[in-house]
């Protein structure tokens, strides 16, 4: 599809419509268009060829969205980086084979270097003789060591052909996830505008949905606790939002229970994808509900999810890929399906505790702590024990400072109440620090 330019002949059917706003200055389709041409040029004065792994580091904007187009139109395999990764990315170039470098340093300016890195990849080799564009994908690495997952973009694109409604989204999700790539092709394929460049604040991200009439809010559960701790809500009029979509992670029973007492007017939906497979179609069992709907094929394996998206990345330069012969992913997450015939997502197997023979789910246990007061966050794993296999550990992020024994006897007590106690926390330890990364989801690798 990407050869007979379709996206930018989608992009420039809605020419004078406003297509990115950053730090307030509008930027129209047209702009976009003529950007891309303007990049285009860049990359053939550069020497920069059709199958080359390009690295783009920085968060969104108008110019880093040209950029990305115009090698999407170059059949370049592209990279994109941000500050949150600022620390590997020498690992990240090198393990990407790129040959290039953009690094912005704001929205409008950038400093371009040629990098020799040796060798190549099958995968990578194989999408050249095709001729297609490229994406490479980091894995979060919250729950260990990054993988760089490629994919094809022409799969990638392939589901925006039929344009979906033209919201006004906030490019809240960041550049190098699946789901910040996700929202701004679809907002560009469907003559939407998207605000991006936005600090990721409770309180920035509410001036801005007040500011520009935001309707659609990408964003993970971690956020959207620390928006209803914040209060910020209360301080904005957000009535221009419609719809909150919500992924990355599972979403606590309680934290939905507030965002519907606290947007009573605005839909709530769960979305589902991962770095390997791209974002799936869902439909949520309503806004209240954590069941849903996943387009495509899908089976349940001894309770574990398995998928066979149109869009599943070709596999990774670094790893090995949990696809079986016949395209099945393995994702790793526990599920189980409601009596409604819905899908509940339960949280990642290799993230499940066994104390002597039971299971128990971390998100349940995160869930009952999040109920106390003076809680912020909290993280629930697992440490190994030689009599029961493993005991419950939870680090506890508070609002304000209290003595740790103080907090152990609380939480255990307020856990006692509630849960059988295999599943009550045997170790209870202060936060010194925030418990999520740079993409807002929960970091459970910590010592």
């Avoid at 995968?123 to 994919?151: P, V, Y």
Wanted: include cysteine; proline fraction near 5%.
């Amino acid at each position: 599809m990407l050869k007979n330019d379709w996206l930018l002949k989608r992009l420039d059917m809605f020419s004078d419509r406003t297509a990115v706003i950053r730090q307030d200055r509008k930027h129209s389709y047209q702009e976009i268009s003529d950007g891309v041409s303007g990049y285009l040029e860049i990359l053939g004065n550069c020497g920069i060829g059709a199958g080359e792994c390009v690295a783009l580091h920085g968060d969104f904007s108008p110019d880093i969205t040209m950029l990305l187009l115009a090698l999407i139109r170059n059949h370049n395999i592209v990279v994109p980086l941000t500050p949150s990764v600022s620390s590997a990315m020498g690992d990240c170039l090198r393990t990407a084979c790129a040959t290039s470098l953009f690094e912005f340093e704001n929205a409008d300016t950038y400093h371009m270097r040629r990098i020799s890195h040796a060798g190549s990849h099958p995968l990578l080799e194989k999408l050249r003789r095709d001729g297609e564009a490229g994406l490479i994908l980091f894995t979060s690495g919250s729950s260990g060591e990054m993988k760089a997952a490629l994919h094809s973009f022409p799969k990638i694109l392939s589901k925006f052909g039929k344009a979906g409604r033209p919201f006004v989204s906030l490019g809240f999700l960041l550049p190098d996830h699946i789901g910040g790539i996700n929202t701004l092709l679809y907002s560009l394929c469907a003559g939407g505008t998207i605000v991006v460049g936005t600090e990721r604040t409770p309180d920035a991200i509410c001036q801005v949905i007040e500011r520009h009439g935001i309707e659609l809010l990408p964003t993970t559960p971690t956020f959207l606790r620390m928006l209803m701790i914040s209060g910020a809500y209360k301080k904005h009029d957000l009535s221009s939002l419609r719809l909150i979509t919500y992924g990355t992670e599972p979403m606590p029973p309680a934290t939905l229970e507030a965002l519907v007492r606290i947007f009573p007017d605005v839909g709530l939906k769960q979305t589902y994808g991962l770095t390997e497979t791209g974002i799936l179609p869902t439909r949520s069992e309503s806004s209240d509900s954590l069941g849903v709907k996943l387009g495509g094929d899908m089976k349940i394996v001894d309770g574990i999810l398995h998928i066979r998206p149109e869009a599943m990345m070709l596999g990774y330069l670094n790893a090995h890929a949990p696809i079986d012969e016949d395209g099945w992913y393995d994702t790793g997450d526990a599920v189980e399906t409601t009596d409604s015939g819905y899908l509940r997502i339960l949280g990642r197997d290799s993230e499940i505790i066994n104390v002597g023979g039971e299971k128990v789910f971390p998100g349940e246990i995160e869930n009952t702590i999040c109920g106390m007061d003076n809680v912020r966050d909290v993280t629930v794993r697992g440490i190994p024990n030689p009599v029961t296999g493993n005991i419950v550990a939870a680090t506890v992020e508070l609002r304000e400072n209290e003595p740790a024994e103080t907090l152990e006897q609380r939480v255990r007590e307020f856990c006692g109440k509630q849960l059988p106690p295999f599943k009550v926390p045997a170790i209870v330890e202060k936060a010194s620090g925030r418990l999520h990364n740079g993409r807002f989801k929960k970091i459970r690798s910590f010592a």
